[in-house]
């Protein structure tokens, strides 16, 4: 993974919502924490080109997110802070396949690869429920894989573990810390963070902290004031 920032900013009806920064990721594990409105989602969303750099360049494995935005997407698959919106077709399986129907793929190859992250994630069970009747932590790893299923070498996940209770949590934690994939994990989780090999700490619009999670979560807790 090499995704690079090149004095990058962002504004949004003419106030800057992220002050320029310039720094490559490549680690395979990164966090990314601060307050609410601190720029997190704002600077994820970069990287997928969902947001548009005022100034400046976001590349993805080379990919420019501007000029290439369909190239550097397939490098990156994102999981929204809300996963039922990503989620199009109502049943579990059709869900996962839909990225690969509409990537070309035969018919006996999406079965395959379907059936192949059904099982990765321990959710072969869930192949034909309805994806609106499935619980948080269930929802979550739908989420994970129809995006996975397509190959991209990263995932980004906005607080993936928001909102779910021990249980769901755990199981969407140990599933994130089990992955191939590089990932970038923004959370308000701060043990699932620490385990983490760089963190980032957001804060009213700047980067104030990159480095080694525990040094980071420390500058955290001195701008949270507590
Ligand atoms: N599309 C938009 N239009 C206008 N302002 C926006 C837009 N998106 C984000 N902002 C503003 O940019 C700032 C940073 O928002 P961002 O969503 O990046 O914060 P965050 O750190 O992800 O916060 P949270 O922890 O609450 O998710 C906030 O002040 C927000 O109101
Ligand atoms: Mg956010």
Redesign the pocket.
């Known amino acids: 993974m090499d995704i690079r920032f090149t004095s990058v900013s962002v504004s949004?009806?003419g106030r800057t919502?992220l002050q320029p920064l310039t720094l490559s990721l490549t680690e395979r594990r990164i966090g990314i924490i601060?307050l609410?409105?601190?720029?997190?989602?704002?600077f994820a969303r970069l990287i997928n080109g969902l947001v548009k750099p005022a100034s400046g360049t976001v590349t993805v494995n080379g990919l420019d997110t501007v000029k290439d935005t369909s190239a550097a997407l397939a490098e990156a698959g994102f999981i929204f802070q809300n996963p039922q919106h990503q989620i199009i077709m109502p049943i579990v399986h059709e869900d996962i396949a839909f990225g690969l129907k509409n990537r070309g793929l035969k018919a006996d190859e999406i079965e395959r690869r379907t059936a192949a992250v059904l099982a990765r994630f321990g959710i072969a069970h869930l192949a034909k429920r309805r994806v609106h009747e499935l619980s948080g932590g269930e929802t979550q790893l739908v989420a994970i894989a129809s995006v996975l299923v397509t190959g991209p070498g990263i995932l980004i996940l906005d607080e993936p573990t928001n909102q779910l209770d021990l249980k769901n949590r755990r199981l969407v934690e140990n599933t994130i810390a089990g992955l191939d994939e590089h990932t970038i994990v923004i959370s308000h989780d701060l043990p699932l963070i620490a385990k983490f090999d760089r963190v980032l700490v957001?804060h009213e619009s700047r980067l104030i902290a990159d480095g080694p999670a525990e040094d980071s979560i420390r500058a955290y807790h001195a701008v949270a004031g507590c």
């Open positions: 949004f009806g919502v601060g609410n409105g601190s720029g997190k989602t704002t957001f």
